[in-house]
């Protein structure tokens, strides 16, 4: 499943700016793409958790210098969030010489920090790609037989292609634990790591619900600025997606509390035990793990311009994804599991609220058909595919 499709975006980035960073959750492929690109392209690559390697950047400046003409590539480069002060100089040089692009690429494991510290020194010198896991499209291209596997798997590599059910649930659990007693306390905050398992927990058992940071808070035993604070961290360790609502004013009571995703189907599922196709189907939390599966599959393939929303007025009336290409341009997607879907009433009343360019319903079998009112069935296969093309 190497290389990845992102290959291609990440070469158009660098020949246009002169630093890249490539965002996304440990274990999802970073690593391994930019080895690939090394192969193709003059590059050194250096991985700042190793301690030899963090001593060689430490005068930047002086490697730079050692490996003119060669892509710099720095895994992941949050453990020295000093080296961007010294990079707007290099970079700036360069240009004055007239070498105007693909001189860094930055990995990341953690969203907010990566931003933060890059934009600052970095502005109007820097690229921003996100590495999602594994998608539809790509899992097909390779494996077009048992899609269902990547839902129970999710799309972490090492977890989707393990030879065992119980193997690729081992490897998810195994990721959960590392990220609570390494990489969390690596970040700063000193969060309790079964505390942070308990929420982590509860936020896939309400996986794809409205945020109740009160409810959260009554049974972790904090304050809800605590739970907040929570969120926000694992929001910026691309974890978990805070889907906002669609709120314009329209004379209607909307719900504006966010909903909340966990991005992975897998680490959802792995938390909740479920290790089979057989055990999620039985289980509650099978409506919302297909919702989420759904939102995150579109997300990894929509362009960067477009927002994600959702809409829920007080009255009933609800969309499950906005997705608003511009002040003009939104498609309301409906999310159903069934092959035979249909549409509540309160669909047709959101569609009459939001006014959007497109409705779709994307549904679990492989046709794509009218219901009527303008409204078209689809699978998800094929939605990737017509957002990508588009």
Same mark, same amino acid.
């Given at each position: 499943?190497?290389?990845?499709?992102?290959?291609s975006k990440i070469l158009a980035a660098l020949?246009?700016?002169?630093?890249?960073?490539?965002?996304?959750?440990?274990?999802?492929?970073?690593?391994?793409?930019?080895?690939?690109?090394?192969?193709?392209?003059?590059?050194?690559?250096?991985?700042? $958790?190793?301690?030899?390697?963090? $001593?060689?950047?430490?005068?930047?400046? %002086?490697?730079?210098?050692?490996?003119?003409?060669?892509?710099?590539?720095?895994?992941?480069?949050?453990?020295?969030?000093?080296?961007?002060?010294?990079?707007?100089?290099?970079?700036?040089?360069?240009?004055?010489?007239?070498?105007?692009?693909?001189?860094?690429l930055f990995l990341g494991s953690a969203s907010?920090?990566?931003?933060?510290?890059?934009?600052?020194?970095?502005?109007?010198?820097?690229?921003?790609?996100?590495?999602?896991?594994?998608?539809?499209?790509?899992?097909?291209?390779?494996?077009?037989?048992?899609?269902?596997?990547?839902?129970?798997?999710?799309?972490?590599?090492?977890?989707?292609?393990?030879?065992?059910?119980?193997?690729?649930?081992?490897?998810?659990?195994?990721?959960?634990?590392?990220?609570?007693?390494?990489?969390?306390?690596?970040?700063?905050?000193?969060?309790?790591? $079964?505390?942070? =398992?308990?929420?982590?927990?509860?936020?896939?058992?309400?996986?794809?619900?409205?945020?109740?940071?009160?409810?959260?808070?009554?049974?972790?035993?904090?304050?809800?600025?605590?739970?907040?604070?929570?969120?926000?961290?694992?929001?910026?360790?691309?974890?978990?997606? =805070?889907?906002?609502?669609?709120?314009?004013?329209?004379?209607?009571?909307?719900?504006?509390?966010?909903?909340?995703?966990?991005?992975?189907?897998?680490?959802?599922?792995?938390?909740?035990?479920?290790?089979?196709?057989?055990?999620?189907? %039985?289980?509650?939390?099978?409506?919302?793990?297909?919702?989420?599966?759904?939102? $995150?599959?579109?997300?990894?393939?929509?362009?960067?311009?477009?927002?994600? /929303?959702? /809409?829920?007025?007080?009255?009933?009336?609800?969309?499950?994804?906005v997705l608003e290409w511009s002040s003009k341009?939104?498609?309301?997607?409906?999310?159903?599991?069934?092959?035979?879907?249909?549409?509540?009433?309160?669909?047709?009343?959101?569609?009459?609220?939001?006014?959007?360019?497109?409705?779709?319903?994307?549904?679990?079998?492989?046709?794509?058909? %009218?219901?009527?009112?303008?409204?078209?069935?689809?699978?998800?296969?094929?939605?990737?595919?017509?957002?990508?093309?588009?």
């Amino acid at each position: 499943m190497v290389p990845r499709k992102l290959e291609s975006k990440i070469l158009a980035a660098l020949k246009r700016s002169p630093s890249v960073a490539l965002m996304g959750p440990r274990q999802v492929g970073k690593t391994t793409l930019a080895h690939f690109l090394a192969e193709q392209i003059p590059a050194v690559y250096l991985d700042l $958790e190793n301690s030899l390697d963090l $001593e060689k950047v430490k005068d930047i400046s %002086s490697f730079h210098a050692a490996n003119q003409g060669k892509l710099i590539i720095l895994d992941e480069v949050q453990r020295l969030p000093e080296v961007f002060a010294h990079l707007r100089g290099i970079i700036d040089k360069e240009r004055r010489r007239g070498n105007r692009v693909g001189q860094f690429l930055f990995l990341g494991s953690a969203s907010i920090d990566l931003l933060q510290q890059s934009s600052e020194s970095l502005a109007g010198r820097i690229a921003y790609l996100e590495l999602h896991p594994v998608d539809l499209l790509e899992y097909v291209e390779t494996r077009p037989k048992n899609m269902n596997l990547l839902w129970v798997r999710g799309g972490f590599p090492e977890s989707l292609l393990a030879k065992t059910e119980a193997s690729s649930l081992e490897w998810r659990r195994d990721f959960i634990t590392t990220y609570l007693e390494r990489d969390v306390p690596q970040l700063g905050p000193r969060i309790p790591a $079964e505390t942070l =398992r308990r929420f982590w927990t509860m936020l896939a058992h309400h996986q794809s619900s409205l945020f109740n940071a009160a409810q959260i808070a009554r049974s972790l035993e904090v304050s809800g600025m605590t739970v907040g604070r929570y969120l926000d961290l694992m929001v910026d360790l691309l974890l978990v997606r =805070r889907l906002p609502p669609w709120t314009v004013n329209i004379g209607k009571r909307l719900v504006r509390s966010p909903k909340v995703f966990l991005r992975d189907s897998g680490i959802t599922h792995a938390l909740l035990q479920i290790g089979t196709l057989n055990d999620l189907l %039985s289980h509650p939390v099978v409506g919302g793990s297909w919702e989420g599966y759904v939102l $995150e599959n579109i997300m990894s393939v929509a362009p960067s311009h477009v927002n994600p /929303y959702f /809409y829920r007025t007080v009255g009933g009336a609800e969309i499950d994804l906005v997705l608003e290409w511009s002040s003009k341009e939104r498609w309301a997607i409906e999310i159903k599991r069934s092959s035979a879907p249909s549409l509540a009433k309160g669909f047709h009343i959101a569609c009459q609220d939001i006014k959007p360019s497109k409705k779709l319903v994307v549904y679990g079998g492989q046709d794509t058909f %009218s219901m009527g009112e303008g409204i078209t069935a689809i699978s998800l296969h094929d939605l990737m595919q017509e957002i990508s093309d588009s």
